[in-house]
């Protein structure tokens, strides 16, 4: 089933200027980059963003890192969308993540892990909603 999902090239990677490479990974896997935009997240959006963490012990060190720098925005679409993307992108930990994966070959920790991706069709629609809301999605 074709399908939407949100995904996020995190501040260590667009700072080592690997956005290309990623985009060329999703690309290659059938996904189609059908929204983008870059940006640099204040405090309050990404706060609001990962506010399923707000109670867990990393949420600060999250939040910091998530407005140190430039993100890359991108809605991607194709087959089971929010699974491939999750899967090109490996485990959360670099250190766990499968050899090939974007986080194996360009994370550096758990904290610096290159990419974000959506990971369910509840959370894919609404984080779709937060970044573009009815218009930056090319429409068709
Ligand atoms: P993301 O939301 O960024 O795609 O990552 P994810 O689904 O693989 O992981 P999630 O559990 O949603 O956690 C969001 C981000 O929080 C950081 N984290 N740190 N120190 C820790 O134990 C820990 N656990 C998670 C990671 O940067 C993760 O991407
Ligand atoms: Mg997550």
């Known amino acids: 089933m074709a399908e939407r999902t949100l995904s996020i ?3 260590d ?32 959006q990404a706060e609001q963003f990962y506010a ?11 939040v910091s890192f998530m407005i140190s720098g430039p993100v890359m925005v991108q809605v991607l679409e194709g087959e089971n969308a929010i699974t491939k993307n999750r899967d090109l992108m490996g485990a959360t930990n670099p250190a ?3 050899a090939g994966t974007i986080r194996a070959d360009f994370a550096e920790s758990i904290d610096a892990n290159a990419v974000h991706g959506s990971d369910a069709a509840e959370t894919a629609a609404n984080e779709i909603e937060f970044f573009f809301g009815d218009d930056g999605v090319c429409p068709r």
Do not use: C, T, W
Not at 52 to 62: A, I, K, M, P, Q
């Open 96 to 98: 766990e993540a499968e």
């Open 13 to 44: 990677a667009v700072a080592k200027n690997k956005i290309g490479e990623i985009y060329r990974r999703f690309e290659d896997a059938g996904l189609q980059i059908v929204g983008a935009r870059m940006m640099h997240l204040s405090r309050e």
């Open 52 to 62: 399923v963490h707000s109670e867990r012990g990393f949420f600060n060190e999250l």
């Open 9 to 11: 090239i995190k501040p």
